[in-house]
């Protein structure tokens, strides 16, 4: 069933009993300016996510990289390209939280310490936030720990609010789990079924499930907020698909969605081609930047074997693998790894010689990975379909990608990358044959 009907089917009265009233739309002068007829302007929806930087569970939880990217940018990239809202907010109080914000292209609310206490409420934050914007008509609260909310579902959901009149809609998943009355300690009773005769289990394909509240987000109009409310008035909820349902609340759930993010994440507008060509570069990527020189004046790099496995990986699959570095390295050194990779050495301009490389493989950029970690790297990671750096990169670099590794440079970052690319090419494979 579509989610958007399931979302559409439920409607609720105002809590209080009253009719919902918004204010009067507004009214510009039309395209010319001058005293012609009036015209409705379109309700302000402004997206909001709430990141204060207090998180007692996992510190800095907003920003803490999820899959390469700060948990945060997910629901940013997802918010940004729907399409839907004037504006896209992150309400915050923390420095670091704020420049990660900016780098995704969203404003920034500096917001007070009264609300920002471990006691606030979201709605506190909402309310001080509309405080300052009065061009405002709805919000689209969007949760930080939602990474694999998808803009389709934000599209939706505003659909409903500004077309369908909808005061509010929230976003629910549908589980199929029995539920049982709790027995206190040192209390004598039995307990009970809530939602099932155990008579009669039914099986999982004969039973509907229940709808329960995921948190990804909560659409209100104004009025509503001023009330004190979140969800009231002509209410509906929104059903997300189970996979795209998931919530980071500790340390434990970070494995298990990073799997999910990487799987059923939105990671951009731009559609992901097949990688035929991957450029390395050597000092800090390949090794850890660290060089020895020996008593007769020879270079000794070292290197992870993870990392070699990994570009024999990515050559098996048919993705070529090559090697930059704008340091003079010694090539008789670098041959003695036996990668078997064709390299560039003593190079001014990595981006002029991944373009000669593109054009001999008769590439688009987008068929092009790059994995870099200095300033001299910006560019290329700019320009290509698939970017990365490993965990010490350089600041510059790290703001240039869509992928930060786990692992430094030198020490597995590569084959970390190699994996995230078959996982992306899994993904392109997988959209061709729908």
């Not at 009231?232 to 698909?241: C, I, L, P």
């Not at 990365?388 to 600041?395: G, I, L, N, Q, R």
Request: hydrophobic share 35%.
């Amino acid at each position: 069933m579509d989610s958007v009907e399931k979302g559409a089917a439920t409607t609720v009265s105002n809590p209080r009993g009253r009719p919902s009233r918004g204010r009067p739309p507004k009214l510009q002068r039309n395209s010319r300016g001058g005293p012609g007829r009036s015209v409705e302007k379109p309700p302000h929806l402004a997206a909001l996510i709430l990141a204060r930087g207090g998180s007692k569970g996992i510190p800095l939880k907003n920003i803490k990289h999820l899959a390469g990217v700060p948990l945060i940018g997910w629901v940013l990239r997802a918010a940004l390209d729907s399409g839907v809202f004037q504006s896209v907010w992150v309400s915050t109080d923390h420095d670091e939280i704020e420049n990660v914000a900016k780098q995704f292209g969203a404003q920034v609310h500096r917001r007070s310490s009264e609300v920002s206490k471990d006691s606030s409420t979201s709605l506190d934050a909402i309310v001080e936030f509309l405080s300052y914007h009065n061009e405002v008509d709805i919000v689209g609260n969007i949760q930080a720990t939602s990474p694999c909310l998808h803009p389709t579902d934000l599209q939706k959901v505003a659909e409903m609010i500004r077309e369908e009149g909808y005061d509010s809609v929230f976003s629910v998943v549908r589980r199929h789990q029995f539920r049982w009355s709790e027995i206190q300690k040192g209390v004598r009773e039995v307990t009970e079924p809530l939602n099932l005769n155990p008579a009669k289990r039914p099986r999982r394909q004969d039973w509907d499930g229940e709808l329960y509240e995921n948190g990804s987000f909560y659409f209100a109009k104004r009025h509503l907020i001023d009330m004190g409310y979140l969800q009231g008035g002509k209410m509906a909820y929104y059903e997300m698909r189970a996979e795209h349902s998931v919530d980071i609340d500790v340390d434990i759930d970070w494995p298990i969605a990073e799997q999910r993010v990487l799987r059923y994440g939105y990671f951009g507008k731009e559609k992901f081609k097949e990688i035929k060509l991957l450029v390395c570069s050597i000092d800090g990527c390949l090794t850890n930047g660290h060089i020895y020189v020996s008593g007769d004046q020879k270079e000794i790099i070292s290197y992870d074997v993870k990392d070699a496995i990994g570009i024999s990986l990515l050559k098996k699959s048919g993705i070529e693998v090559r090697l930059i570095s704008e340091r003079a390295c010694s090539k008789q050194t670098l041959s003695s790894l036996k990668l078997d990779c064709k390299m560039e050495v003593n190079v001014p301009d990595k981006l002029a010689v991944v373009d000669e490389w593109r054009k001999e493989m008769g590439l688009c950029w987008k068929e092009v990975a790059y994995l870099g970690n200095e300033v001299s790297d910006e560019e290329c990671l700019k320009k290509v379909g698939l970017s990365a750096v490993p965990a010490d990169a350089c600041s510059t670099a790290q703001k240039a990608v869509g992928y930060i590794c786990k692992c430094n440079g030198g020490r597995g970052a590569l084959r970390e990358f190699a994996e995230h690319i078959f996982l992306l090419m899994e993904k392109v494979v997988n959209s061709c044959q729908k």
